[in-house]
């Protein structure tokens, strides 16, 4: 399960890999740690044109669920099955890096520690995203898959849904919902490595 993710790219990056973005004047800072519950920059498809919207992450709680949920994995579940068939709530969630927890502690520190995973050829790509709108503002989650080898020796049950091209994204905005559907499957691993950050990165900004 990722609940960590970066994005310090810059709007004019986003705009250039996933054209068309309509809204390329709105400011955006670096976002060096995104937690469950935080705001992030998301891209939402609306006539035709792409535009950065801030959204909290977390799909509402619905039944037996008592928290926002984060990632979603089964697909076939009533809870996803509206929103992923609707070309309209499927947003890509942009990134620079994401985080999967170490099992065991650091025998220095004594913590778990973090890995950071991204592409090795670009600085910035996506998740794929649903979203909804929910009494407190607009929300959104990101679709996991079985992991590849690299994401799977650190977090063996899941990785996020990469969206690594413009042609990617095109097919995630537009496809039905069986298409939409095919493209739950792992990154390759010859495209990622794995990263070294600082355990205690710059304060976030505030977003806009």
């Not at 960590?4 to 709105?26: C, D, E, G, H, K």
């Not at 891209?43 to 909290?56: K, N, S």
């Not at 709530?89 to 520690?113: I, Y």
Request: some cysteine; aromatic content about 10%.
């Amino acid at each position: 399960m990722c609940n960590l993710y970066r994005m310090t790219s810059n709007v004019q990056a986003i705009a250039q890999l996933f054209a068309p973005v309509v809204n390329t004047q709105v400011n955006l800072p670096p976002f060096h740690e995104i937690y469950p519950d935080r705001e992030a920059p998301v891209l939402v498809a609306r006539d035709d044109a792409r535009r950065i919207e801030t959204m909290r992450w977390g799909w509402p709680p619905s039944g037996d669920v008592k928290r926002p949920v984060t990632n979603i994995r089964n697909l076939g579940s009533p809870m996803w099955r509206t929103a992923l068939g609707d070309p309209a709530r499927r947003c890509l969630v942009p990134v620079t890096a994401f985080s999967e927890w170490s099992h065991a502690a650091d025998p220095v520190t004594g913590r778990k520690r973090k890995h950071w995973f991204a592409l090795k050829e670009q600085p910035l790509f996506a998740f794929a995203g649903l979203w909804r709108v929910a009494e407190d503002g607009a929300r959104f989650a990101f679709l996991t898959c079985e992991p590849n080898k690299l994401v799977g020796r650190i977090h063996p049950k899941a990785m996020p849904v990469i969206i690594g091209s413009a042609q990617a994204a095109d097919r995630w905005l537009s496809a039905d919902g069986v298409g939409a559907a095919a493209m739950q499957r792992a990154y390759s691993d010859a495209a990622m490595i794995e990263l070294d950050f600082p355990e205690e990165p710059p304060v976030q900004a505030s977003l806009f």
